[in-house]
Structures are given as structure tokens and as C-alpha cells.
């Protein structure tokens, strides 16, 4: 007699692991705050200096952008109300897809609902079973379950080690894979550091692969006119830039050839099967691109307060990454210490989350500071006391 599922106990495994979660210190929760304005939150009633943002620019507040989407949203409703290829490419959509591949100097750029699902949906388009994709070992995880989807063969080259990319690539072109895949970002979103793109792009042409760069974390903020890491270079087969970080709004785009948007308009699943970005937002993200290319002094600025936090936390004995990117990620290592640390600055008025495993390898538990253009000195000089006081406890 086949044995049937217990009914009483089909949750148990969800009990199990959240209780797990738990006694790792790793269990996750949903605290909601109001953004008071574009470095400052409220929380449970306490005004905190937000320092965990990726509004690197401080463009979700700015009147000009917010006008811009109500003007849309007056023109054109509160929704898209189909997918791309149904009556959901409204004139608003193409013109922005034109607008993104000129500033980025590239020929053709596609808008896609999230960095997630572009990333989740493109790369199983791109490869399959007879393919190899290599990737860096610190990829985001919407990449790597994008990677895990395509059912590809895979393997990860040491973080931001070229030399290993080159002895990878060595061995796989004997291997007689039908195409390979590189896969990494400019700007990683856990570490701040930065990848070398030129020497992508010529390991890329020198072996023959298809180039995938996200660069959603230098989007706004690196490159001429903060158009970002890949702006202005060729040899990358798709770039993928998102709006929900320096750009201040919402959903992604990638920047690629004529030829790859027509395959990926008729092959890729999460472009042609889901609603298309609303009015609102696209009018948030046009008039964003206006403003941004005007913004080099307060990029000049942002990156001078990166190089300023992370000195001054060196010499105060912290465990800093070398980051060159507003994200300056603060090694504490254990959990627990990291959700103690992260509570103390709450406490005293400064929001910035602990980050915990999985999302980074066990035992780098961190506070993960993010730096807006906004930040005042007296906004980071506070920030350093409150750490210096608690490093001498």
C-alpha cells in the first residue's frame, strides 16, 4: 500500500526552516517606514537618517520628477493595461526606449518591469542545455537564478579574477558548447567594488562569447554623464540598468543591438507575457534622464564622501571593503553582532540594516552603508561618532 502525504503536517517544512532562520539569527521581517524626504525616514515615530537606500541621488523626491509623473499620469491613466505586444506600447514607451539607447550610445535599448525578472527571464532566452555560462562569484542572485532557469551548464570564476575567467575560457572552447555566456556586474550591490569592463569586453571578443554586464549600480552615478559603466562601449551584448536605484523610480531596461531586442521582443517570456510599465512611472524615468546628465557635481561629491566614511572607519579599526561605489559595506561578521550593531545606530537615529546570510556568504554578516548626494557632512560626521562610540564600548 503507497503510503499518502500527510495532511496534518504539509506545512511542517515551512516551521522547520523558519525556526532555523531563527536560531541562526537569519529570520527576516517587514518593517515599513515613510520616506520624510530623500536621506530621512519615519519609523515607529523616530525620524532616522536613511543610510540604506539606493537612492544614490536623491531623485525620488525631486519636485521636477514627481511633476513629470503626475503629468503622465493625468495624460495617460494609472495603468498600461496590457503587455507590449497586446495595445500596451503606448508612444511614451518607445520614445523612452530611444532616448535611453542615445544617451547610452547604443543602438537599441528594450524597457523591462524589474532588474529581477530582466535578469531572471533574458538569460534562460540568451542560452540552454549545450551552453556554458561563466559567471563571477559574487553575482547578485537574480542573476544567478537566471542562470539556474536557462539549464545551462555554469560555473563561477573567483571574484573579479580575470586571470581565472581567461583559464576557464581556455578550457571551454575545446569543450564543444554550442555558445558561452559571460555573466557579471559592474558594481557589486553587496560588496561596492567594481569590475574591470574593458578587460570583459576584450576576454569576450578574444573567445568568441556573448557579454552580459548588469550595471544597475552605477547607472546614475559612474560613467560620462552618469549614464553608467557600459555607456559608450562596444562589444557588450546586453547591459541591463534599472530605475529603482540612483534614477530614483522604477523597473529596468537593457541596452543592446536592433538584432537582439527584435529576438528577445519575440522569444523572451518575461518581456511578452506580463503588462508593460505604467504611465506614471515612465514619465518618473523620463524626466530623470533629463536632470541626471546635469548632476556632475553632486556625483563629484557623493564619491568624496565614499573616500571620507571609509578612511575615517579604518582608522577607527573597522573591517571596510575597499568599495569605490556609494556602497561601503562594514564587515562584522557574526549575525548576531551585525543585528546588534545595526540596532544601536537605530536607536540613536540612523537606519542602516544589518545584512545577513544568504544573501552574503556566511560569516560577512555586515552593515551595508549607502551614501545619497543628499547626505549632509553633519548627516555623515554623526553617522562616524555614533560608530567611533560604539567600537570603544
Known amino acids: 500500500m503507497i503510503s499518502g502525504i500527510n495532511n496534518d503536517n504539509d506545512l511542517e517544512f515551512i516551521e522547520r526552516e523558519l525556526q532555523e532562520r531563527e536560531k541562526s539569527n537569519n529570520l527576516r521581517q517587514l518593517n515599513s517606514v515613510y520616506p520624510k524626504d530623500a536621506v530621512t525616514v519615519i519609523k515607529n515615530g523616530k525620524s532616522l537618517i536613511n543610510f540604506s537606500s539606493n537612492d544614490y541621488l536623491g531623485l525620488s523626491k525631486h519636485p521636477k520628477i514627481i511633476a513629470a509623473s503626475q503629468d503622465?499620469?493625468?495624460?495617460?491613466?494609472?495603468?498600461?493595461?496590457?503587455?507590449?505586444?497586446?495595445?500596451?506600447?503606448?508612444?511614451?514607451?518607445?520614445?523612452?526606449?530611444?532616448?535611453?539607447?542615445?544617451?547610452?550610445?547604443?543602438?537599441?535599448?528594450?524597457?523591462?518591469?524589474?532588474?529581477?525578472?530582466?535578469?531572471?527571464?533574458?538569460?534562460?532566452?540568451?542560452?540552454?542545455?549545450?551552453?556554458?555560462?561563466?559567471?563571477?562569484?559574487?553575482?547578485?542572485?537574480?542573476?544567478?537564478?537566471?542562470?539556474?532557469?536557462?539549464?545551462?551548464?555554469?560555473?563561477?570564476y573567483k571574484h573579479n579574477d580575470l586571470n581565472h575567467l581567461d583559464k576557464l575560457l581556455q578550457k571551454a572552447i575545446l569543450q564543444g558548447y554550442n555558445r558561452i555566456l559571460i555573466v557579471t556586474e559592474t558594481v557589486f550591490s553587496m560588496e561596492g567594488d567594481r569590475s574591470d569592463v574593458d578587460a570583459l569586453i576584450q576576454l569576450s571578443q578574444q573567445y568568441n562569447t556573448l557579454l552580459y554586464l548588469d550595471d544597475a549600480h552605477a547607472l546614475g552615478i559612474m560613467g560620462e554623464k552618469g549614464m553608467g559603466l557600459t555607456a559608450n562601449k562596444s562589444g557588450i551584448d546586453i547591459s541591463l540598468g534599472t530605475f529603482g536605484k540612483a534614477i530614483g523610480s522604477f523597473g529596468a531596461f537593457i541596452t543592446t543591438s536592433k538584432l537582439m531586442r527584435d529576438y528577445l521582443i519575440n522569444c523572451c517570456p518575461g518581456f511578452i507575457y506580463t503588462t508593460a510599465l505604467p504611465p506614471a512611472v515612465i514619465g518618473s524615468i523620463d524626466a530623470a534622464f533629463d536632470i541626471i546628465p546635469r548632476l556632475d557635481q553632486e556625483r563629484k561629491y557623493l564619491l568624496q564622501q565614499v573616500n571620507y566614511v571609509q578612511n575615517k572607519l579604518k582608522n577607527l579599526g573597522y573591517q571596510v571593503l575597499n568599495s569605490n561605489s556609494p556602497i561601503i559595506p562594514v564587515i562584522i561578521g557574526d549575525e548576531m553582532q551585525a543585528l546588534n550593531l545595526s540596532q544601536y545606530l537605530e536607536k540613536n537615529g540612523i537606519l542602516a540594516t544589518a545584512i545577513r546570510p544568504p544573501t552574503v556568504p556566511k560569516n560577512t554578516a555586515r552593515i551595508r552603508l549607502v551614501?545619497?548626494?543628499?547626505?549632509?557632512?553633519?548627516?555623515?560626521?554623526?553617522?562616524?561618532?555614533?560608530?567611533?562610540?560604539?567600537h570603544e564600548f
Open 72 to 156: 503622465y499620469l493625468n495624460q495617460y491613466g494609472t495603468g498600461s493595461t496590457a503587455s507590449r505586444l497586446v495595445t500596451g506600447t503606448y508612444d511614451i514607451h518607445e520614445k523612452l526606449e530611444q532616448k535611453l539607447a542615445k544617451l547610452c550610445g547604443k543602438e537599441s535599448a528594450l524597457l523591462f518591469n524589474t532588474g529581477f525578472q530582466a535578469n531572471t527571464t533574458i538569460i534562460p532566452t540568451l542560452v540552454n542545455q549545450q551552453s556554458l555560462i561563466l559567471c563571477d562569484r559574487l553575482i547578485h542572485s537574480s542573476l544567478l537564478q537566471g542562470i539556474l532557469l536557462s539549464k545551462a551548464q555554469w560555473k563561477r
Open 371 to 390: 551614501l545619497s548626494s543628499q547626505h549632509q557632512p553633519e548627516h555623515i560626521n554623526y553617522l562616524i561618532d555614533l560608530l567611533q562610540q560604539y
